[in-house]
């Protein structure tokens, strides 16, 4: 007779990740967002107005500023597609292909922007 | 994994794709859950401006509208397109529904005790103010820090 161990589940791993990017998306968003409203209505320039080139650069160049941007993006990347993923349920679809895409695509987003912001970092000091 | 290769073959009930139309509750249900597809919009942006930026002439020695041209592209005809801003403003409303909806579960999720000898909650309201609290502190530090290294 086989014996049918229960498995121990990844869900907890995914769970605290989304649990930690809802309160990113829900503390930390709504500023991010503003500041990106007032720059499209300011047209900063390469020294004036709010997000101008050099503001980033110092943003990007500063290791601390870079690692808290790239653990909201990775927060806001994993939390919003968990919860597209569960959300594909409600709708009907079942299948294990939506958990590799959410999943997966979220994974793909977070080491993109890892690289990226490392390659910048490094570029500029 | 279990090595027990499984033989069900559950019933899946076909599903009418607008049920949750039919009721205001559900309705409020899947916008809630619709706001994580905003929050993603805004991380793909934020993840478009930091690759247009990458593709700078970070080595210059001074910034020149040449150089910088693909974050100037992103900052200025990107973020400055009417359809962006009202995205983001759809963005930001969504954000903040998605704070209060948040913020009013999460005295059901974390169950915080009075003391160690009872079994008394903290009232909800306490964990909601901390919560709103954090928003407000969060959303001035963050916008005072922004106009401040201009």
């Known amino acids: 007779m086989r014996q049918f161990l229960p498995t121990p589940s990844d869900e907890p791993i995914y769970w605290l990740m989304f649990g930690a990017g809802g309160m990113v998306a829900g503390i930390v968003l709504p500023s991010i967002l503003v500041i990106m409203i007032l720059a499209g209505l300011g047209s900063p320039d390469l020294a004036t107005g709010l997000l101008n080139f050099e503001q980033v650069k110092g943003l990007l160049g500063n290791w601390l500023l870079a690692a808290m941007l790239f653990g909201i993006v990775f927060m806001l990347c994993f939390y919003s597609l968990h919860r597209m993923y569960h959300s594909t349920h409600d709708l009907g679809f079942h299948t294990k292909l939506f958990w590799f895409m959410a999943y997966g695509g979220a994974a793909a987003l977070a080491f993109i922007t890892l690289g990226l912001q490392l390659l910048i970092y490094f570029k500029l000091f | ?150």
């Not at chain 2, 994994?1 to 899946?12: G, L, V």
Request: one cysteine or more; proline letters at 4%; a positive charge.
């Open chain 2, 1 to 150: 994994m279990s090595e027990a290769k499984s033989f069900r073959k559950p019933y899946k009930r076909p599903v009418d794709k607008l049920w949750w139309l039919k009721n205001k509750f559900f309705t409020v249900y899947m916008i809630r859950e619709g706001t994580a597809v905003t929050a993603l919009f805004a991380a793909l942006e934020i993840i478009l401006g930091i690759f247009l930026f990458g593709l700078c002439n970070l080595d210059a020695e001074t910034a020149t509208a040449e150089t910088a041209a693909p974050y100037l592209w992103w900052v200025q005809d990107f973020l400055g397109n009417p359809l962006v801003i009202i995205l983001n403003l759809v963005c930001l409303a969504a954000s903040l529904f998605h704070a209060v909806t948040w913020f009013n579960l999460m005295p059901k999720a974390v169950r915080l005790f009075m003391n160690k000898n009872s079994t008394e909650l903290l009232p909800d309201y306490i964990v909601k103010m901390g919560l709103y609290g954090a928003l407000a502190g969060a959303t001035v530090v963050i916008l005072v820090f922004a106009v401040a290294t201009i």
